[in-house]
């Protein structure tokens, strides 16, 4: 082992005073420099993740029942960010105008968001209750959101499923209250220990999940399939003004999530050490439980229960990037919202006009990566 | 308890009344009992029970006895990690239970016995995170919190300590035991604290870095003016590295003191009920302990 010196500091006297020794630290501080994050790694790989997303999602929007060609589709784009009134002359060029911009950007954008949503508090679960196979569902916030919006239906908040601006509503109250009832049972001791979190968790999926079969068979066969469909997780064209209220929402909880990232990274080491490192755990996991359940909450009410992402995307990312949560939640977020997007267009296309719930498509991606964990990566499971 | 080192904690006593303003121990430990929250239906049974002592500031105090005889609890305690039902317990002379987290992470470096890594982050990553208690304030609460050149270097400083800036790039996941243990003591080196708690530092190392890891501590006391308080079952690495010993047996200090009033036959054989020889090494002189071989009466 080396001499330590009291601090850093005075080896740029070292460095001055012998060129070889000066060769030797400064290699010593590439190597550490190539170590850990920096600013630039940062910088390039979301600006190449963003790139990538903003083409998958121009690929989508060209996708449909019917494919819009590349160069119109840019010029309606363009023209409705000029906001150029349209020539009302061509029936047909209105007809695709009014496919790309109502139908299709909304539900491209709607199923980024979710995406970036979903994959974010999938990173942030997975830290927290340091277990890899942590998803948004896990808690069971996601099955008492679906739940509320169950009663929702029950009740009779409309026929066509999630026209109506109730049910977004009834299914963040039943997150709400799902987040109580874990808090609740978890916090009856001093401390909030994470195994009897996840303990809590999978009881309270199993009541809720029997609750909502309960509901969809004594439904009206035809009110049953829509809510079949939204269970598994189906993403719809919203209009404008309902986009722009769950974008901000989700905008504003994920920004107040992500700034917690260097935080998560000392509670990923387990809670002693973070305490050890000078972490209010009990005050930091109360924070990032209550943002976790307002974003996924919203989510669930939005587009149902769209499985995997949250725990597939955080997972490939962390192999190819690394572990440092201040690259690994802003990648993961952009990786799960083009992955949505992608699965989405998929769901829209594969069948068209029939269209798949995209939850199924997101489980049949999942589903054999959840397998291969358990069984080639039992080492990396708690 | 308190009689066990008379000597020393009397010069330590007149130190202490002639400059009361500045604190002189590190740890000061006053009627201590503690146990665990899911046992207090029992109504006996304390993990520790009635302990006060004091830790010497640049000391190097070791603490053994048999398994469940409250090591580890008492370490946890004076790492605040968890809080005594009764008794004191002071920091440089501050009650524990008045600091903050940040504060207390500034000061006591923590290595834990065993740390299983879930995540791939790298050595340098992990060493690096042990500046988190340094933090600035994050001022536009980005949630980035970038660390100083400064940070770097130190952290760059405590894995040259530990000998593990050659696996800087590597995942502490793909570490061995050895390796991830070093990590983890230079992630405490890098929170540049005045103390350094360690469970079972040299559990998984080879005899090499057992002596390398001994011989650092005894350095960081040296040349950092470190407080370094260890619990081990390796009573001859505790007897040639730390300058006391504290002995624990069920909860309480069996006896207190340099390693030769400690590492004794005596003290040993009822503590550990079973029959053990002590020497002394043959190049320092300090007690060296040896377990009965197989033709020796008591032995197997």
Not at chain 1, 51 to 73: D, K, N, R, W
Request: aromatic share 6%; proline share 4%; glycine share 10%.
């Amino acid at each position: 082992m080396k001499q330590p010196s009291v601090t850093g500091a005075p080896r740029s006297c070292a460095d001055r005073l012998s060129g070889g020794q000066g060769a030797v630290v400064s290699d010593r501080g590439s190597l550490v420099q190539e170590a850990i994050l920096t600013r630039s790694r940062l910088i390039l790989i979301l600006g190449l993740l963003s790139l990538t997303a903003v083409v998958v999602s121009l690929v989508c929007l060209h996708f449909g029942a019917q494919p819009i060609a590349y160069g119109e589709m840019f010029r309606l784009l363009m023209g409705a960010m000029t906001r150029e009134q349209p020539g009302t002359d061509d029936a047909a060029a209105d007809i695709t105008r009014t496919i790309l911009l109502q139908i299709r950007l909304p539900r491209v954008l709607l199923g980024f968001f979710v995406g970036c949503s979903l994959a974010s508090v999938g990173v942030v679960l997975q830290a927290l209750l340091r277990n890899p196979l942590a998803d948004p569902y896990v808690l069971g916030v996601s099955s008492g959101a679906a739940l509320g919006a169950a009663l929702g239906v029950l009740c009779g908040a409309g026929t066509t499923f999630l026209a109506e601006a109730a049910l977004p509503a009834c299914g963040f109250a039943g997150g709400i209250m799902a987040l109580v009832i874990v808090y609740r049972m978890a916090t009856s001791a001093e401390r909030l220990p994470i195994h009897s979190l996840l303990l809590t968790g999978v009881i309270l999926n199993a009541i809720f999940s029997a609750l909502i079969m309960f509901i969809t068979s004594i439904l009206d066969p035809n009110r049953s399939y829509g809510m079949m469909a939204w269970l598994m997780g189906t993403l719809t064209s919203p209009t404008y003004s309902g986009l722009v209220g769950v974008l901000v929402y989700l905008s504003i909880s994920l920004l107040l999530l992500f700034r917690q990232m260097r935080a998560l990274n000392i509670l990923a080491l387990g809670e002693e050490t973070a305490r050890t490192l000078g972490i209010d755990t009990e005050r930091a996991k109360r924070s990032i439980f209550i943002l976790t359940a307002l974003v996924t909450g919203a989510v669930v009410s939005v587009s149902g229960m769209i499985g995997f992402i949250g725990m597939v995307v955080p997972h490939a990312v962390r192999l190819a990037i690394g572990a440092d949560h201040r690259l690994l939640l802003p990648a993961s977020a952009l990786v799960g919202g083009t992955f949505l997007m992608g699965a989405d267009t998929m769901a829209r296309t594969l069948i068209a006009p029939t269209e798949i719930p995209v939850g199924i498509i997101t489980a049949l991606a999942g589903g054999p990566f959840f397998v291969y964990l358990l069984l080639w990566r039992k080492d990396r499971l708690a | 308890m308190s009689g066990v080192s008379n000597s020393q904690s009397g010069e330590l006593e007149k130190r202490c009344t002639t400059s009361e303003v500045k604190p002189c121990y590190a740890y000061e430990v006053q009627s201590l009992l503690f146990r665990y929250q899911s046992m207090e239906s029992m109504s006996h049974n304390w993990i520790l029970n009635d302990l006060s002592f004091q830790v010497d500031e640049r000391e190097v105090l070791g603490i053994v006895g048999p398994n469940g005889s409250g090591k580890t609890s008492l370490l946890k305690l004076l790492a605040r990690l968890a809080s005594p039902q009764q008794g004191v317990v002071r920091l440089f002379g501050r009650d524990l239970t008045g600091m903050g987290q940040d504060e207390m992470a500034r000061v006591v470096g923590v290595v834990p016995q065993e740390s299983q890594q879930l995540f791939p982050f790298t050595v340098a990553e992990t060493v690096l995170m042990g500046r988190f208690p340094h933090r600035s304030r994050d001022r536009w609460g980005t949630g980035f919190g970038w660390e100083s050149g400064e940070d770097v270097a130190i952290a760059e400083d405590a894995m040259t300590t530990m000998d593990v800036i050659h696996l800087a790039q590597r995942a502490v996941t793909d570490l061995s035991g050895g390796e991830r243990q070093r990590t983890m003591i230079a992630r405490a080196l890098a929170q540049t604290p005045k103390v350094l708690l360690l469970d079972e530092p040299t559990a998984f190392l080879d005899l090499q870095h057992q002596v390398e890891i001994g011989s650092v501590l005894r350095r960081l006391k040296v040349e950092r003016g470190l407080t370094v308080i260890l619990v081990s079952h390796d009573l001859n690495l505790v007897s040639q590295y730390c300058d006391r010993i504290l002995l624990l047996d069920q909860g309480r200090i069996v006896r207190l003191g340099c390693p030769e009033h400690v590492i004794e036959q005596g003290a040993l054989e009822l503590v550990y009920r079973c029959r053990v020889l002590v020497d002394r090494h043959p190049e320092t002189g300090l007690p060296r302990v040896t377990l009965p071989g197989r033709c020796m009466p008591g032995g197997a």
